[in-house]
Every structure is written in structure tokens, then in C-alpha cells.
């Protein structure tokens, strides 16, 4: 066998790998990330199954629990004890992280979709189309993003489907921004002229060869609003402007607001509701920090 004959069954034995793969393989190999992972999946397990793992009803109150004025900690029987009204806080912090999750996928879906229709209109077109709608992306970012929910939520109305178009409308110029300047990036590349060149029409290239070259910081930023959004959403509950009946709901920063008279003589109330937060956006942003590093060529040799 000759030497050329002997690199080519070589090179032919590597199988080609392609970018998301090795951006998997990094991915797995980062500490932080594999830590984000685990937190996120213990947030995913316990939203999914509040069911099987809950000890009592969320919603069933047990006023004889209530001892003095205040309410017992944890316990063999209430593992993080009970709240104000006598209700298990173990079973309530598991069914919080249901409304938790399904708002801030909602949320994030509802800004992202819009998002990505603007940028990359606005990347691809440019123009007049171009400054109207980042004009209108920067007055929304103008607004600090939990002031823009608190008032889109004031304006709606309290609600589980209120709050997640709120904080998802929020998320809208964060999306189109990015997006668009990497549809800029990308619009003079070689492999765009080369489509143009054979006459593939705009649309078929915007959505088969820019975009797809395009959304990995997309996705980084996707990971990083899902921790964002839960925090929105717990300020909204603290707030007192987020679902429509706190009590029947049980959600974490409605948890806290409960409690804030009692953190002296019972800080378990607001210690575990809002430790569930920071495990919950630690490990978004563990993975959102994670996936930048991967999908980042200037990072990968860090």
C-alpha cells in the first residue's frame, strides 16, 4: 500500500464530528457545566414528578400545626416544615418549581420566536426595516426588563398566561438584537455569495444557510433568559402582581412574600423558598456559561 493510499483510509476513518457534537464533547468536559446540569435536572425531576415525591396536597391547610403564633420547622413528618397557614413548604416548593419551569420555558418560547422573526428581518434586509425595528428593540431596553413585565402584567391583568407573555415580551429585543448582528456577520459571507451567485432565492438562504450559522449565541442566550425569567418571575410574585390567587398557587416568590414578618422567628420560611431560586438560575447560568465556551471558537482552547 502505497503512503497516499495510506493517508486516505486514514482520513477516511475519521468520521467527520460537525460543530454541535463538538460543542457536546466540550460541553460534557466543563466542570461548571456538568454542575448546572445536575442542579437543572433536579429542578426538571422535581417539577415533573411534584406528584410522586409530594408528601401532603400543596393546598391543604392544618391550622392545629401552628404553635404559638408561628409554625414548626422541619420535621420527620414536614421535612422543611410548614408555613403560615399550616400547609406542607416541602410539598409547595416542589409544585412551585412546576409553575417555575413552565413559565420560564413559555416565556422564554414567547420572546424568542419573536425575537428571532425580527432580527433576523431586520439583519437580513437592513435599510429602513432595519431602523424601524431596532428603534422600537431599543426603547424596550431602555425599560430595565422586570419594570417593562411589572408594567405589561399592570396592564394585562395578574395571571399565570399574563405573567409569561410579560416576561416573555421582555425578552424580545434581547433576541432580536443578538440575532441581527449575527445575521450581519454572516450576510457578506463566502458561502452566501456563493448561493447568491447560483440563484437561490433570499428567503431559501436566510433560513437554510444564514440562520443556521447564526443561532448558537441564540441558544447561549436562551439558557441565560431561563434563569432570568424565573427571577422575573419570582419578583413578580413578591410583589404581589404574578398569579391571580398566591395562595391556591403555590409559587416561590409568592412564598416569600408571605413571610416577610416572620424571618426572625422562622427563616426557614424564606431561606428554602429562596435557595430553590438560586439552585434553579445557578444552573441555567452554569450551562448558558458552559454552552458559551463550547460554541465560542476564540473559547474553546481555554
Known sequence: MSVAQAEATEVALEAPSGL???????????????????????????????????????????????????????????????????????TRILYGARYSLLIGIVSVAIGLSIGLVLGAIAGYVGGFVDSAIMRVM??????????????????????????????????????????????????????????????????QILFSHIIPNSISPVIVQGTLAMATAIIDVAGLGFLGIGLEDPDETPEWGSMLTEVNEYLQVAPFLALIPGTAIVISVLGFNLIGDGLREALDPKLRGR
Open 20 to 90: 454541535w457534537r463538538d460543542a457536546w464533547y466540550r460541553l460534557i468536559r466543563n466542570p461548571g457545566a456538568i454542575v448546572g446540569l445536575l442542579f437543572v435536572l433536579v429542578f426538571v425531576v422535581a417539577a415533573i414528578f411534584a406528584p410522586l415525591l409530594a408528601t401532603h396536597d400543596p393546598v391543604e391547610q392544618n391550622l392545629l400545626l401552628i404553635a404559638n403564633g408561628c409554625c414548626p420547622g422541619p420535621s420527620a413528618e414536614h421535612y422543611f416544615g410548614v408555613d403560615l397557614l399550616g400547609r406542607d413548604l416541602f
Open 138 to 203: 431599543d426603547v424596550m431596553l431602555a425599560i430595565p426588563g422586570l419594570l417593562l413585565a411589572i408594567g405589561i402584567v399592570a396592564a394585562l391583568g395578574p395571571g399565570l398566561r399574563n405573567v409569561m407573555i410579560a416576561v416573555g415580551l421582555a425578552n424580545v429585543p434581547i433576541f432580536a438584537r443578538l440575532l441581527r448582528g449575527s445575521v450581519l456577520a454572516q450576510r457578506e459571507a463566502d458561502f452566501v455569495l456563493a448561493a447568491r451567485s447560483v440563484g437561490i432565492k433570499r428567503p
